[in-house]
Structures are given as structure tokens and as C-alpha cells.
Nanobody, 118 residues
């Protein structure tokens, strides 16, 4: 089992920056990929950014060039640096981890709220 706990959400003005963190514990060696997703009420959950073992990353189109995902294996944390924030980035952000590159994510955090005011 893997446990994920997000932190760092909050209220920020448009144009500002915020850093989300995800603390990872449990069977960490089983994790092959990690990601940040976001979801607004009534909307489908969408991929924000993902990182795969070996360092490959990919980003959702809406955040490319503004957000940066990073994984610190020594500290067992996953981070998301968010810059140039827009009101449409307002969502609940979830940390996720998976044991395979080819299947759905297996573990999810409880989410952290990000609100961007205009």
C-alpha cells in the first residue's frame, strides 16, 4: 500500500505562484509513475502533470510552460510548482501514484484546494 498526503493549497491572486507537495509513504519501491490531477465540482478529473521513473514528464495542455512537476526520491515527495496562475486553475488538486506505466493510477491523495482570484 501507498499513502499520499497533499499540502500547499490555498488562495492566491491571478498571476501569482503556489507550490503543492505530496508526501509519499508505504511501498514506495512499487511506484513507477506519479502525477497531479485536478477536478472541479461537476467536471471530469484531468491530468495536470505526470512523471515516470527515469524522469520523463508530460503536462496537460492548459498548464504547459506554467507548471513544473518534480519528484524527490530522497525525501519521498512529489511537488508541483505553479506559476502565472489563472482563475481557471481553481480546482481541487490530487496527487496520484501508479505501479505500472500502462494501467490506471492505483493510489490517490485526499486533495488540496487551490483558489485563484481575479
Amino acid at each position: 500500500q501507498v499513502q499520499l498526503v497533499e499540502s500547499g493549497g490555498g488562495l492566491v491572486q491571478a498571476g501569482g505562484s503556489l507550490r503543492l507537495s505530496c508526501a509519499v509513504s508505504g511501498s514506495i519501491s512499487s511506484i513507477v509513475k506519479m502525477a497531479w490531477f485536478r477536478q472541479a465540482p461537476g467536471k471530469q478529473r484531468e491530468l495536470v502533470a505526470a512523471v515516470i521513473s527515469g524522469g520523463s514528464t508530460n503536462y496537460g495542455g492548459a498548464v504547459t510552460g506554467r507548471f513544473t512537476i518534480s519528484r524527490d526520491n530522497a525525501k519521498n515527495t512529489l511537488s508541483l510548482e505553479m506559476t502565472s496562475l489563472k482563475p481557471e486553475d481553481t480546482d481541487v488538486y490530487y496527487c496520484a501514484a501508479g505501479r505500472s506505466r500502462w494501467t490506471a493510477y492505483d493510489y490517490w491523495g485526499q486533495g488540496t484546494q487551490v483558489i485563484v482570484s481575479s
